[in-house]
């Protein structure tokens, strides 16, 4: 079965912070691997796309790696901000077909 | 382009109504997808379209959920008749293989609840 953990499940960091979130997957035959940002109440943003080939993407203030032969993924965010206070999910891509982790939920004290 | 727009935002139902959920996709995407999200199950994947056609409906939890994409500018959701644990955040996503690399794209959602 095709499943996708995220630790921490909640993540409370003063306000400078770099900070790293955690995705693992139990099944490495992989298209791509995306982490999305979830404020309350709105949908999911797309943050970064890795594709299989790759193994990291950068945007900004924002790093994420994919190691396939571990089934993991990380994302890092440096020097956190207020602002970046929401829930984080990976998911990750089999065949069109989207699986997601539970999120991380981050909040960053000012 | 405005971005996937789904309506309504809110829906406040009573049980054994019917729900239509109702969906734009970004100009151009071949793909759409219908998720729920539920703070018990999280986020799982109802239904996907490819070129309008449904490829795969496995995540449709019953007979009572339709899904149908006329064209390549709208889809539905319809839930009939709608049961309380039906409540939850219905989302569309849309997405472009011949474009770019599969990033999803999702709208702010419809909250549904049934009473």
């Known amino acids: 079965k095709q499943e996708v953990t995220q630790i921490p499940a909640a993540l409370s960091v003063p306000e400078g912070e770099n900070l790293v979130l955690n995705c693992s997957f139990t099944?490495?035959?992989?298209?791509?691997l995306q982490w999305f940002r979830q404020d309350p109440g709105k949908g999911l943003t797309s943050l970064l796309l890795?594709?299989?080939?790759?193994r990291e993407q950068t945007s900004g203030r924002l790093n994420a790696s994919l190691d396939k032969s571990s089934g993991r993924s990380t994302l890092y965010i440096a020097a956190s901000q207020p602002g970046d206070s929401a829930t984080y999910l990976c998911?990750?891509?089999?065949?069109?077909?989207?699986?997601f982790g539970a999120g991380t939920i981050l909040r960053v004290k000012s | 382009d405005a971005g996937v727009i789904q309506s309504p935002r809110h829906e406040v139902t009573e049980m054994g109504q019917e729900v239509t959920l109702r969906c734009k996709p970004i100009?151009?995407?071949?793909?759409l997808f219908w998720y729920r999200q539920t703070m018990m199950r999280g986020l799982e994947l109802l239904i996907y379209?490819?070129?309008?056609?449904?490829?795969?409906d496995s995540g449709m939890p019953e007979d009572r959920f339709s899904a149908k994409m006329p064209n390549a500018s709208f889809s539905t959701l319809k839930i009939q008749p709608s049961e309380p644990r039906d409540s939850a955040v219905y989302f569309c996503?849309?997405?472009?293989?011949?474009?770019?690399?599969?990033?999803?794209?999702f709208g702010e959602g419809s909250r549904l609840t049934v009473l």
């Open positions: 099944d490495s035959a992989i298209y791509n």
């Open positions: 998911a990750v891509e089999y065949g069109n077909k989207l699986v």
């Open positions: 890795i594709q299989s080939s790759q």
């Open positions: 996503a849309s997405s472009s293989w011949r474009e770019d690399t599969g990033e999803l794209f």
């Open positions: 100009s151009g995407h071949d793909y």
């Open positions: 379209f490819n070129n309008n056609v449904p490829i795969d």
